[in-house]
């Protein structure tokens, strides 16, 4: 299977996809906060950056889903600041401080060749909102330099309907979180709004373009939908009806992997209800609450 940007598009309509989303840049509404600020000027927007891309590393990752791993790793680009302001962030040293160097367009398209050139199976762009333009540039560099591996888009599921539909032919693997189903919790600790309507619009439009995860037969993702869900301490994500979504709306094939790794991190502290781990019983409350509702791919039980 080729990747949809070689299979579907031509460079001169990556072109076209690239000058589209860099032109939202200038009033930006890259994603649903709608800041509507200059990035080739400002960084006053909630994810405090520039249109300037800043990354924090580029390396094989062997700590993501096994179908992304393989045996050569993924190649993961970390790129720095947020759209989202999580108060337990474990990436928080990147996500809210900053921490990272900014690459030129050039640079970033080597960064994607290496990563191939070392095997990786994929491309994994991690937090890459925020930067969907400029990616999509480096991607144009990299496909003209031989770039044939597929594109993992890793982000925290509050996406512009209109910028996944820029990036529908590009990205071959989408791999959002879907953080909440309560919006006053997404509030009160993404510091977002609406965060439910938006994550289930944007989730649907993923689903509509790459479909159910397909693996090959070497157990490499190839294509399709990788949900994450992190369970979080007294209920606060609303698992239930985050499943009950993926289930009903999107399919029961859908490849969801349910979380346990939450710890306290970052400002975690400053609110009793989530400074701590969840229990086994938590966990295992909404595994079995997974099974009953016939979803049973991405998570063991």
């Not at 333009?133 to 512009?160: D, H, M, Q, R, T």
Request: charged share 20%; net charge negative; proline share 4%.
């Amino acid at each position: 299977m080729l990747p949809l940007y070689i299979e579907k598009l031509s460079i001169p309509e990556l072109i076209e996809r690239s000058n589209k989303l860099n032109y939202l840049l200038e009033s930006c509404t890259i994603c649903p906060n709608q800041c509507g600020i200059d990035r080739r000027y400002d960084n006053s927007g909630l994810c405090h950056s520039t249109d300037k891309v800043i990354i924090t590393s580029v390396s094989p990752h062997y700590g993501e889903e096994p179908p992304l791993v393989g045996r050569f790793g993924s190649g993961t680009i970390f790129f720095t600041n947020c759209n989202l302001s999580c108060e337990f962030c474990q990436n928080y040293d990147i996500s809210h401080l900053g921490a990272g160097r900014e690459v030129s367009i050039q640079e970033l398209a080597e960064s994607m060749l290496a990563l191939q050139n070392r095997g990786c199976h994929n491309i994994n762009l991690v937090t890459p909102t925020h930067f969907a333009p400029k990616i999509v540039s480096a991607l144009i560099i990299a496909i003209e330099k031989g770039l044939e591996i597929p594109i993992v888009y890793n982000c925290g599921g509050y996406e512009s309907v209109e910028t996944l539909k820029l990036l529908d032919g590009i990205i071959d693997i989408y791999m959002p979180d879907i953080k909440y189903s309560i919006n006053e919790n997404a509030l009160k600790y993404s510091g977002i709004e609406n965060y439910w309507g938006v994550v289930q619009s944007a989730v649907r439009e993923m689903q509509r373009q790459v479909g159910d995860l397909k693996i090959n037969r070497s157990g490499i993702a190839q294509r399709g939908l990788l949900i994450r869900h992190l369970v979080l301490p007294n209920q606060i994500a609303g698992s239930e009806k985050v499943l009950d979504f993926i289930a009903d709306e999107l399919s029961k094939d859908s490849y969801v992997n349910i979380m346990d790794q939450y710890r306290p991190a970052y400002l975690a502290y400053h609110y009793d209800e989530i400074n701590r781990r969840i229990t086994r019983n938590e966990y295992q409350e909404v595994i079995q609450y997974a099974l009953k509702i016939g979803l049973s791919r991405g998570f063991s039980w």
